[in-house]
């Protein structure tokens, strides 16, 4: 049978081919329509043809019309017009179209048969690859996987782009903003000061959330995520590699109905708190909120359910707790190493699927004793390198006087006053976001007094 499909002609139409380079030829908004719909020259089998459409491609980036007499001249320049055909067959598409007008429909038959043979591509690199002992077979699936993704989302590789196809796209992401009048361009975060300094979560962005143990990054990841998928409705994803699911959506309900979540996990519930659950479990059952729980997960698992959850939930953002503990392919490398490549697979990862990272991380020691800066990123200096929004949260220690101490109350405190540092911006100013942490709810909210100020 595989013998039977290395025979056959690879899928494709001749005259679908001609009639779209034919309408190329004879209307000019054809053109345009054509490369809005991604078509590429490899989508074409013909060699000839290939060749005809790299040449009307070149003619309109120089804002040239690509007809009969300019597509030739065009050739003759690039040295490619005996591989198109010479010019009596450039001449001859012009008189096979019915109609311009379907340059729609023979583009995407182009494109559909070109799918086609890309596929058949794949299953014959599967097969090679499948035979290849020094291939490990999660390797070669994650290869797979990462191929059709591309092809089932048109998500081939442009080697480069004209500056001005960017800017007309440049120009009119400005126009959406100007109308709008919404400063957030990107996913908000739930918290207003951040917002106004980063104007949201952009897409495309890998972001870090660094902290020392114990300050509350996961408390704040989970405060951001409960704000996207519960109150404006953003699909979204939770990689929880600490923490199990249940301990996750106990947390998320805590914070939610502003229940302790220690009387939660006990039981103890009074009338009122249980009350107070009962009100938020229809708000968080609707909510498009995915979690991810699988430890000791490695990075190609990782990608590979990033890239089915992109795809099949449309999910917007994902959020990864934490990234210490990711584990790497290749156990034998240094760690640094295995967190270097790690780091650049997410923020590659983020740029694939066009939506934030937001991945958490554990500083290093040195961080206990000071507010925490870039060096202090754990395990590798390529986080900071890559990351294009580093936040990192600090609890300021005061230093207290005896007298201080003798008057100090035993217990626990309710409410931390933490700063959300913004430590790099790719896109965007620094600075200091003023939150307070509510212990028993592991919950944050903006200072009392900014609060007040926002409110009068």
């Known amino acids: 049978m595989a013998q039977a499909l290395r025979d056959k002609t690879p899928p494709h139409d001749d005259e679908l081919e001609q009639a779209a380079l034919g309408s190329l030829l004879s209307d000019n908004e054809a053109v345009s ?137 440049a120009i009119y992401i400005l126009d959406n903003v100007m109308k709008s009048k919404n400063p957030i361009t990107g996913i908000s975060s739930g918290f207003e000061k951040l917002d106004q300094m980063t104007s949201g979560f952009q897409r495309d962005e890998f972001i870090i959330i660094g902290a020392r143990p114990s300050v509350g990054k996961t408390a704040l990841a989970l405060n951001m995520a409960s704000s996207l998928a519960f109150h404006q409705k953003v699909p979204m994803a939770f990689f929880s590699l600490e923490m199990s699911n249940i301990a996750l959506v106990q947390r998320l309900i805590s914070s939610e109905a502003m229940v302790q979540a220690q009387n939660l996990r006990s039981g103890f519930l009074s009338t009122g708190d249980y009350k107070k659950i009962i ?108 990351a294009d929004l580093v936040l990192f949260l600090n609890r300021e220690q005061p230093k207290k006087t005896k007298k201080d101490k003798e008057d100090e109350k035993p217990g626990p405190v309710d409410i931390i006053p933490t700063d959300l540092i913004i430590a790099k911006q790719r896109n965007g100013p620094t600075g200091v976001v003023k939150l307070e942490m509510v212990t028993k709810y592991a919950k944050f909210t903006p200072l009392a007094k900014e609060r007040h100020e926002n409110i009068t």
Not at 59 to 70: H, W
Not at 297 to 307: G, V, Y
Not at 316 to 332: P, T, W
């Open 33 to 169: 329509a054509a490369i809005q719909l991604h078509l590429r020259p490899g989508d074409f089998y013909s060699r000839a043809n290939n060749r005809i459409y790299e040449a009307v491609l070149s003619l309109d980036a120089k804002g040239l019309r690509p007809d009969i007499q300019t597509v030739v001249q065009e050739l003759k320049q690039l040295g490619k017009l005996d591989e198109a055909g010479g010019a009596s067959y450039v001449s001859s598409l012009t008189t096979i179209i019915p109609s311009s007008a379907n340059i729609d429909y023979y583009a995407q038959m182009v494109k559909n048969y070109s799918l086609k043979r890309s596929l058949l591509k794949v299953a014959s690199n599967i097969g090679i690859n499948a035979y290849d002992e020094s291939k490990d077979a999660k390797e070669v699936l994650e290869d797979v996987q990462q191929v059709i993704f591309e092809l089932s989302d048109d998500r081939q590789v442009v080697s480069s782009r004209k500056i001005g196809e960017v800017l007309k796209e």
């Open 279 to 386: 009100d938020v479990m229809s708000l968080i059952y609707e909510a498009p909120f995915h979690i991810v729980d699988i430890p000791n997960m490695n990075l190609l698992n990782l990608r590979s359910q990033a890239r089915k959850l992109r795809s099949q939930q449309q999910v917007e953002i994902i959020f990864i707790d934490y990234l210490g503990l990711i584990g790497h392919e290749n156990s034998a490398l240094p760690r640094y190493e295995q967190i270097s490549s790690i780091s650049r697979s997410l923020k590659s990862l983020a740029r694939e699927l066009h939506i934030p990272v937001v991945v958490l991380c554990q500083l290093t020691r040195d961080a206990q004793w000071e507010s925490p800066t870039l060096a202090h990123l754990r395990d590798s200096g390529s986080i900071e390198q890559d």
